[in-house]
């Protein structure tokens, strides 16, 4: 900022409720940092909003000052999208305010909440919306993205869920989000990602869901992971909705049910999930558990708030972390070859390669129902390269690539665009697939300037 600016920032200071964090201020070394330690920018300033007219004031300022802008919800984004240098940010990350009508079966939220306070919030009344799978990542992105968790087999996407939202647009307006409120705006907030204004708040709809669920881990070795996948991939294709089965690959965490001997051995691990009356779902897990000899189990029913954090403990923030990502409409024999050598091999003990199901509710929307156009996808894989030191980024970087090239002949030629990495600008049209025309007509009248661009970005058409 130069000098010239300094009497600006006093009376930005002056006209928020919020913070205003420069370089100079304690805050600042910890405001900027994200989910992934890769990510190393440095904003001119940071405003940490407190209100919807902080965030007016925030995008006004940016623009009155040419600065590049861009917005924080729960920092997760891999890409690192929520920072940007010598820019402004919007950080919503006090704004975690939740109104549940539980009569009437909404939530509304505020754009800095993370999925830990939209759960909280709604299992106070028994309900939930489908989330993600780590309590810390951000309501925003992830709704702004698509959304996908355990709920979404059976009740869809997140932002299927979604009713409505609160903008602040490029024009520094406050405008409603419906199917009959600006309805254009609201078919490209739904996997659109941030490019057509900041949400201020989200209101979405909810679905009786546990307290107790049925849910858990079933552990294989990885010497056994052809026999299990093949038969995984037998075992979803007839699964009912309510049943999600994800299959991870990694080396073992030092996870309390695992003997000993195979902590930091190869595994193949099943993560279930009933979105029903456990006493029914028990029996259709059975199989799960006689695809070979399982290492251990840990199955039963927990409050769903505890199991919607099982992962938090590998997802932690501060490791070094780079993805590479495919949809897939069937999952071939060839693709687990790959993936069972790639995985003999991880360049760290937290690397891992997951396939996450969807399908079920999330396949029945038309594509061009809303901005998120990969109905088709049945299974997301991402392979997480994750590290700590930053001498070992080559390495990790190299062997997350070289699998993604490797199980490319066997993807559908999607992908979800939360899960794209900074380098991957060449991928923004597959992750909008075919709405991305209209996304970009859109873009032209909602942020002409292009106001909105530090994301995976659709220029103005
Ligand atoms: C450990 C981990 C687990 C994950 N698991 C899942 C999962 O199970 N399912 C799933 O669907 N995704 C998952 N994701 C991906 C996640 O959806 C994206 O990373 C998402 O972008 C995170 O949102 P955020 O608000 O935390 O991110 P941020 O980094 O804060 O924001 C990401 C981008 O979203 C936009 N944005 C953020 N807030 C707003 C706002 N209020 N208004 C307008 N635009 C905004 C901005 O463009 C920003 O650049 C996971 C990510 C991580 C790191």
Redesign the pocket.
Same mark, same amino acid.
């Given at each position: 900022m130069t000098k010239l600016q300094a009497p600006r920032i006093e009376a930005l200071k002056g006209k928020v409720t919020g913070a205003v964090i420069l370089p100079e201020d304690d805050l600042y070394e910890s405001a900027r940092k994200?989910?992934?330690a890769t990510i190393d920018k440095h904003p001119a300033l940071i405003v940490r909003c407190a209100t919807t007219s902080d965030v007016v004031c925030a995008v006004n300022f940016a623009k009155e000052n040419g600065l590049v802008l861009? !917005?924080?919800? @729960?920092?997760?984004? +891999?890409? @690192?999208?929520?920072m940007c240098d010598d820019g402004l940010v919007v950080d919503?990350s006090p704004m975690k305010a939740a109104r549940i009508d539980a009569g009437a079966r909404r939530a509304t939220i505020e754009? &800095?909440a993370?999925l830990a306070d939209l759960d909280a919030a709604t299992q106070a009344h028994g309900l939930a919306t489908p989330?993600? +799978?780590?309590s $810390? $990542? &951000? !309501?925003? @992105? %992830?709704t %702004? &993205?698509?959304?996908? &968790?355990w709920l979404s087999r059976k009740y869809g996407m $997140?932002i299927d869920n979604l009713e409505s939202a609160e !903008?602040v647009t490029a024009a520094g307006e406050v405008v409603r989000a419906s199917a009959t409120d600006n309805p254009d705006l609201f078919w490209a907030l739904r996997g659109g990602?941030?490019?057509?204004? !900041?949400? $201020?708040s989200f209101e979405f709809r909810l679905h009786p869901v546990g307290p107790g669920v049925l849910s858990g881990l079933i552990v294989y070795p990885l010497s056994e992971a052809k026999a299990v996948l093949r038969q995984y991939r037998e075992f979803m294709a007839k699964a009912p909705d309510e049943l999600s089965v994800w299959a991870v690959l990694r080396q073992a965490p030092p996870l309390p049910f695992l003997p000993e001997a195979v902590h930091g051995q190869g595994i193949i691990a099943l993560a279930l999930f009933y979105a029903g009356d456990p006493a029914q779902g028990m029996p259709l897990i059975a199989p799960l558990r006689s695809f070979g000899v399982p290492l251990g189990e840990h199955v039963g029913v927990q409050p769903y708030t505890d199991w919607q954090k099982a #992962?938090d403990p590998l %997802?932690t923030p501060g490791a070094r972390?780079y993805w590479k990502s495919h949809n897939f409409s069937v999952l071939d024999d060839g693709l687990f070859d790959a993936v069972i050598t790639a995985i003999q091999t991880p360049p760290s003990p937290q690397c891992e390669i997951f396939f @996450?199901a969807i399908g079920g509710a999330t396949s029945r929307p038309a594509p061009d129902s809303a901005a998120y156009a990969h109905r088709d996808a049945q299974f997301v894989m991402n392979v997480h390269g994750r590290w700590d030191d930053s001498a070992d980024d080559e390495r990790c970087i190299r062997w997350a690539r070289d699998f993604f090239k490797a199980s490319a002949p066997f993807a559908s030629g999607g992908v979800?665009v939360?899960?794209l990495t900074a380098d991957e600008g060449d991928r923004v049209r597959a992750a909008y697939g075919q709405n991305y025309e209209r996304l970009a007509r859109i873009k032209r009248q909602y942020d002409p300037q292009n106001l #909105?661009s530090?994301?995976q970005n659709i220029p103005p058409a």
């Open positions: 994200v989910w992934n861009a !917005v924080r919800g @729960g920092g997760h984004n +891999i890409a @690192g999208s929520a919503l754009g &800095g993370t989330v993600g +799978i780590n $810390t $990542t &951000g !309501v925003a @992105g %992830l %702004l &993205g698509g959304g996908f &968790g $997140t !903008v990602s941030g490019n057509f204004g !900041v949400v $201020t #992962f %997802l972390n @996450g979800y939360n899960f #909105f530090t994301n």
